[in-house]
């Protein structure tokens, strides 16, 4: 696996979204509470601990009167501390000579002293302020990335599916982006490494019942005047029917710049005013490549970020929302080789951010979380008891998606016999049938067992919707080869999910900057909009 530009001082749906089954919005409901939803715990805190202006010394007023000019918010869809730690371990891995040496498994004596030096740690990872969010939403302890990111967006719950608006689907909630665009004239940035009217980033702009509204959030995005869009394409541009006006041709007569290759987004400026940077290398359901499939000299997501710090400066202040997005997709289809990459390049588009504050310590605020996490990942695994094998991940040099893509596509066509693509497994994920009894990547019997009637159901073309309940188990709704590789080869590096959904584990919050210290804490994912909302005086 190779993690491209890994962060300064590191070493070296075509996918098919799960949403927590919630019901549809109720005939009666009761009204919006005037405040944002939170928990008591969270409503309660900040009046017991804030003092009245008068008693406090003069250097903690000053303290408390400063905001930052510059914001960014950093959002790993479905990432939480299981994925970036596993990511961190899989660099640790990687870099110690010793690791595989200092195994619980083996004796004394054969460790002869050998000892584990530990993850390396991600650039965000080091910030000094470390919060946790809840991100149960108005439905689900397992909720979906549109009411979280709501939550996130607003300081609202909703339900999943929902995107800023109440239960009933009627009454729209403005966005922290929003209001800092009209009340304080800053400009806005949105990235994505999915579509840009997926359910993430159009929380920071849309306001609709259902997240698949895809062409309605489209004309949102295009309305709100905010200066800069980058990443995925944008979904049913010609809506569900093809029967509408191009998105693009709208924004375009709404004034923005939109282009589609890299050399035009190299080319573009803060005099351009108003930008839609579409990917020029899209990928799965139009969304940019994941980490491990993107090729030398292609834009990544800190490419976006560097070009969105260009459109967005000035003196007044800008809000920049990135979205690591494919983050969510690996997991939901546990791939974990795919999930560590991903989670790398969006430590890497931090490392601008960082880079940006060093030149404006005063005045700029870093936050990095996730809105949920997804798959249920571990570190850990039944069949390796106390061991790991982090470093056979990078094995791994395909996705799923491009797996799927590339290969079992042609394996269907061709009618290839199992001991042909078995080949391409050992070239792309170092699985083989054979080899050292020392080597961890040969197969078990049991394990060539599951890839022979995971590629026996893959040929078949059976629809996932016609799976029993074992197979569901075993494949989610995907393909069943390709699935079952990335899971052996997770297995045996000591890597697991429970799921091919979302989970309800809390989310890290990681602040560094001006104002990050109020970061600091346990709390509902609503307080995450009303942190934020009183360090920067909106309404």
């Known amino acids: 696996m190779n993690a491209k530009k890994i962060i300064s001082g590191i070493l070296g749906a075509a996918l098919a979204l799960s949403m927590a089954a919630c019901s549809a919005a109720p005939a009666k409901t009761d009204e919006p509470t005037s405040q944002p939803a939170q928990t008591q715990a969270a409503a309660e805190t900040p009046k017991q601990e804030a003092a009245a202006p008068e008693a406090q010394p003069a250097a903690q007023q000053e303290e408390s009167a400063k905001a930052p000019k510059y914001v960014f918010l950093f959002i790993g869809d479905g990432m939480s501390y299981p994925q970036f730690q596993a990511a961190s371990d899989y660099l640790g891995a990687l870099a110690d000579s010793d690791y595989t040496q200092a195994l619980p498994s083996n004796s004394y004596d054969d460790r002869a002293g050998a000892?584990?030096?530990?993850?390396?740690?991600?650039?965000?990872?080091?910030?000094?302020?470390?919060?946790?969010?809840v991100t149960y939403d108005s439905c689900s302890f397992a909720p979906d990335s549109a009411s979280t990111a709501t939550s996130i967006a607003t300081g609202y719950k909703t339900y999943s599916g929902m995107i800023n608006v109440d239960i009933t689907g009627s009454t729209p909630y403005e966005t922290i982006a929003e209001k800092l665009h009209s009340q304080k004239d800053w400009k806005v940035g949105i990235i994505s490494s999915v579509n840009l009217n997926?359910?993430?980033?159009?929380?920071?702009?849309?306001?609709?019942?259902?997240?698949?509204?895809?062409?309605?959030?489209?004309?949102?995005?295009?309305?709100?005047?905010?200066?800069?869009?980058?990443?995925?394409?944008?979904?049913?541009?010609?809506?569900?029917?093809k029967d509408k006006t191009s998105l693009y041709d709208?924004?375009?007569?709404?004034?923005?710049?939109?282009?589609?290759?890299?050399?035009?987004?190299?080319?573009?400026?803060?005099?351009?005013?108003?930008?839609?940077?579409?990917?020029?290398?899209?990928?799965?359901?139009?969304?940019?490549?994941?980490?491990?499939?993107?090729?030398?000299?292609?834009?990544?997501?800190?490419?976006?970020?560097?070009?969105?710090?260009?459109?967005?400066?000035?003196?007044?202040?800008?809000?920049?929302?990135?979205?690591?997005?494919?983050?969510?997709?690996?997991?939901?289809?546990?791939?974990?080789?795919?999930?560590?990459?991903?989670?790398?390049?969006?430590?890497?588009?931090?490392?601008?951010?960082?880079?940006?504050?060093?030149?404006?310590?005063?005045?700029?605020?870093?936050?990095?979380?996730?809105?949920?996490?997804?798959?249920?990942?571990?570190?850990?695994?039944?069949?390796?008891?106390?061991?790991?094998?982090?470093?056979?991940?990078?094995?791994?040099?395909?996705?799923?998606?491009?797996?799927?893509?590339?290969?079992?596509?042609?394996?269907?066509?061709?009618?290839?016999?199992?001991?042909?693509?078995?080949?391409?497994?050992?070239?792309?994920?170092?699985?083989k049938l054979s080899g050292e009894e020392t080597d961890r990547l040969v197969l078990t019997d049991y394990e060539v067992q599951r890839l022979r009637a995971a590629y026996d159901l893959a040929m078949s073309d059976t629809s996932s919707d016609d799976y029993t309940q074992e197979q569901y188990v075993l494949y989610g709704t995907y393909e069943p080869l390709s699935v079952t590789i990335t899971h052996i080869i997770n297995n045996k590096s000591g890597i697991s999910f429970t799921s091919y959904s979302h989970t309800g584990l809390p989310v890290a919050v990681l602040a560094q900057g001006v104002g990050s210290e109020v970061f600091n804490g346990y709390y509902d994912n609503t307080e995450i909009y009303n942190k934020l909302a009183d360090l920067l005086d909106v309404k």
């Open 250 to 431: 709208l924004a375009a007569d709404e004034g923005y710049k939109v282009t589609y290759t890299q050399a035009d987004a190299e080319a573009v400026t803060a005099a351009d005013e108003k930008v839609i940077l579409i990917d020029e290398h899209l990928a799965d359901s139009d969304a940019m490549d994941y980490e491990m499939d993107r090729q030398d000299g292609e834009w990544a997501l800190a490419d976006y970020v560097a070009k969105g710090i260009e459109v967005l400066n000035n003196d007044t202040g800008f809000f920049m929302m990135c979205e690591g997005g494919k983050i969510d997709w690996a997991c939901h289809a546990n791939d974990a080789g795919a999930t560590v990459t991903d989670t790398l390049a969006l430590a890497d588009a931090v490392q601008v951010a960082i880079d940006f504050a060093k030149e404006h310590a005063d005045e700029t605020l870093i936050l990095v979380t996730g809105d949920h996490e997804t798959g249920g990942l571990t570190i850990g695994f039944a069949g390796t008891d106390y061991d790991t094998y982090l470093d056979s991940l990078a094995n791994q040099t395909i996705s799923y998606a491009q797996f799927d893509e590339q290969y079992v596509a042609a394996y269907k066509e061709k009618g290839t016999s199992f001991e042909e693509a078995m080949k391409d497994v050992e070239k792309l994920f170092g699985l």
């Open 198 to 241: 997926h359910a993430t980033p159009a929380a920071f702009y849309a306001h609709q019942a259902s997240r698949n509204n895809y062409y309605e959030i489209g004309e949102e995005l295009v309305n709100s005047g905010f200066e800069y869009f980058a990443g995925g394409g944008l979904k049913k541009v010609t809506g569900p029917d």
């Open 115 to 133: 000892v584990l030096d530990g993850p390396e740690t991600l650039n965000f990872m080091n910030f000094d302020v470390a919060g946790s969010a």
